[in-house]
């Protein structure tokens, strides 16, 4: 955008066919404005030139105030581009784009937040781009912080929901579910967690992953499929009938078949 006076010699004509940002209100003549006309159009705009500062020509920097920020320094747009809708605050105008910006941008995390299932507790604009932002996962109704930047980057919201991080509550739960009555806090996904087994009483030490992800559940003794190395074990050969077929069936059990 410019702010000097760049745009040529036409003075006495500030409005030409060629202006498409000049508005319906301005005069289709040749006659250039009275001190006055001018004068006002520059205060609609926020500024107000300085009294002891005629009005000249057009495009001529015309010094004075912003009424909007109250900046005077360094500031003196012309009439011309003020009446071509350029702001007539260098200041303001760039606040104002910024201000654009970040509005648009608040509002495509709103919707990226919506479409992911997260449901922010305070607006992004007070949280801004570099801190976490609090919230509650719809999903799971886990309590949340993702950043705001890793949504924009079309990442989950949720820890929780991506298997990445496990409520300790949640975990325990899970465990007393699955048979197993764990003895300590929750000590993580992969470590090895210990308890009892709530079917036969027995020690042991099962990773929570092990447990969830399915497999042997968290007992080998009651395991069905499982094999305790710890007790006498049967090795057996089977012969059964599969399909119309004989079959000789070799394998390795802790209980007679
Ligand atoms: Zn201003
Ligand atoms: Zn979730
Ligand atoms: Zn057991």
């Not at 920020?69 to 303001?92: F, I, M, R, T």
């Not at 996962?137 to 079309?154: E, F, H, T």
Request: hydrophobic share 30%.
């Amino acid at each position: 955008m410019s702010w000097g006076d760049s745009c040529g010699s036409h003075e006495t004509s500030p409005v030409s066919a060629e202006s498409p940002r000049v508005g319906a209100h301005v005069k289709r003549n040749n006659k250039p404005p009275t001190e006055a006309e001018a004068r006002a159009v520059m205060l609609a705009a926020g500024f107000e030139p300085f009294p002891t500062v005629p009005y000249t020509t057009a495009r001529a920097p015309w010094p004075g105030r912003c009424l909007v920020c109250g900046c005077e320094k360094d500031l003196a747009p012309s009439y011309w581009n003020v009446l071509n809708g350029q702001g007539a605050c260098k200041e303001c105008s760039r606040a104002k784009r910024a201000n654009t910006r970040k509005r648009s941008l608040a509002a495509d995390l709103h919707a990226r937040a919506e479409s992911l299932g997260f449901l922010p507790s305070i607006p992004y604009e007070q949280v801004g781009s570099r801190a976490p932002w609090p919230g509650v996962c719809l999903r799971c109704g886990q309590p949340i912080s993702p950043w705001p930047m890793s949504l924009k980057n079309r990442h989950g919201a949720c820890a929780y929901c991506a298997g990445k991080r496990v409520d300790p509550a949640v975990a325990f739960g899970k465990m007393v579910a699955r048979g197993f009555i764990p003895s300590v806090e929750f000590p993580g996904s992969l470590q090895p967690w210990p308890g009892r087994c709530a079917k036969c009483n027995r020690r042991n030490a099962p990773t929570y992953s092990d447990v969830v992800s399915g497999g042997d559940g968290p007992c080998p003794s009651c395991a069905r499929t499982g094999f305790d190395p710890s007790k006498p074990a049967f090795v057996y050969l089977m012969e059964r009938t599969h399909a119309g077929r004989q079959e000789m069936q070799i394998g390795i059990n802790q209980r007679p078949r």
